[in-house]
């Protein structure tokens, strides 16, 4: 129009869409708007009562848009307000870890203080703590022992990158097939260890961790060697433990009694944890029980996954966190414990699975399982049958084992 000024022609007259824009107090931003402009000017005017309906509809429209805007607002202020009370909590709990519990964990990690807080989580920065603590150290591990077995570990995979034959005497007994295919298999499970977090792949910041701590636990053990579910034990404890500690925990872990039975593949023993397991179950979900003994769902298919990774690979791994935070504390039986507490969460949906169904989605659990849902429903499991409790039970299918004859392990109750 300037221009136009200046060349002495006259400028075009505004359209009437232009007179409509100046006299409203807003700018249309979406087509829902459209309803308040006038039609084109070759077109008939709108009638009276379309326009005032045209109009109610729009602020309608605004006053809808303006309810989902509040109510979002809200949420996330309410959001908010509960990740500051979560910080405010875990503050509060790390001092009181670090100021009163620690300094005096003989005398108060067994008092109900104690035992509460731990059932609500420990705080990360004392979780590594807390964790060796309570899984202690009945073997007698040095950060030395760590050393040697490292340095072994990596003498022998020198030996066979290079195609050398050497064979240590420690290693008596055990073929060198089968310890070239626990350095296969380390190898290939390394990179299937929380892939999605990228930090135990080749490349990653603890991928030699791990490497190195699966490595010495061969050589530490070779009667027990590399098993598939190891690497996402030691990953999580990587993940809370400097390296020799993490080693430290993972041996002393490895060689409690159920981990050891599965590690080992004891089937007799295997048989009698699941017979235990039955035995809870049954007494706190006697229709679930029922269902899956009608469809012939044996604890193998789902158990095995669950306690050969400690939950690390099937829950998300915060979650995994708090389940090994009551383990530390309460022993093997909290693994069952939460087992029957994922049942139990969802039972309603289960009752109406098929075998199949079933057993796709409890080796694949739901990825967005709330924490304080699943604890809520562990914390109604009962862990005591006909007033005997979880280690009396076991004990007394294992005496019932060993009175059978060889090869039929006890599945009674």
Known sequence: MEYEDKAGRPSRPPSPKQNVRKHLDFEPLSTTALILEDRPA???????????????????????????????????KKQLEERCRLEESIGNAVLTWNNEILPNWETMWCSRKVRDLWWQGIPPSVRGKVWSLAIGNELNITHELFDICLARAKERWRCFSTGGSEVENEDAGFSAA??????????????????????????????????????AYTCYRPDVGYVQGMSFIAAVLILNLDTADAFIAFSNLLNKPCQMAFFRVDHGLMLTYFAAFEVFFEENLPKLFAHFKKN??????????????????????????????????????????TALGLLKLFEDILTHMDFIHIAQFL???????????????????????????????LTALQKDSREMEKGSPSLRH
């Open 178 to 215: 089968d310890r070239e295919a626990s350095l296969e298999l380390i190898k290939l499970d390394i990179s299937r260890t929380f892939p999605n977090l990228c930090i135990f792949q080749q490349g990653g910041p603890y991928h030699d961790m791990l490497h190195s701590i699966l490595g």
């Open 42 to 76: 070759n077109l008939p005017a709108k009638p009276a009562e379309e326009a005032q309906k045209h109009r109610q509809q729009y602020e309608e429209m605004v006053v809808q848009a303006k309810k989902r805007e509040l109510k979002e607002a809200q949420r996330r």
């Open 296 to 337: 012939n769902l044996t604890p193998d298919i789902y158990l095995i996954d669950w306690i050969f990774t400690l939950y690390s690979k099937s829950l998300p791994l915060d979650l995994a966190c708090r389940v090994w935070d009551v383990f530390c504390r309460d022993g093997e039986q909290f693994l069952f414990r």
């Open 363 to 393: 080796t694949r659990l739901p990825e967005d399982l709330p924490a304080e849902e699943l604890f809520a429903s562990i914390a109604t499991v009962q862990m005591q049958s006909r007033n005997k409790k979880w280690a009396q039970v």
